[in-house]
């Protein structure tokens, strides 16, 4: 299994939406929680099965929820760095300046 890191904002996202879905509903914060964890799982055992959708970063959807996930997996280091946890409703390429091109 690959080691998964993650950018300090990356992990302030997902401390955001879970606290923004906690708001929302009680208990709805954890789904999403539950829900981003098993995306991260796969992530970590098949990292190379999202699509690519630019600079070797890649997307995974969460499912239930309009978030993903962006990362980029370094295959010699079996490492996967988490650059984004992003909602669909913001802008597309916000998180860019995040990776060294």
Do not use: H
């Not at 991260?40 to 055992?45: D, G, K, P, V």
């Amino acid at each position: 299994m690959n080691t998964i890191k993650f950018l300090r904002i990356a992990n302030t996202e997902l401390l955001e939406t879970f606290n923004w879905y906690e708001e929302q509903g009680l208990g709805l914060g954890y789904q999403f929680i539950d829900a981003f964890n098993k995306s991260i799982n796969l992530i970590s055992t098949f990292p190379e099965i999202y699509n690519e959708i630019q600079f070797g970063i890649r997307r995974c959807i969460i499912k239930k929820f309009p978030y993903g996930i962006l990362y980029k997996f370094y295959e010699k280091k079996n490492e996967i760095l988490v650059i984004a946890i992003y909602s669909f409703k913001r802008e597309p390429n916000y998180w860019i300046d995040r990776i060294q091109l």
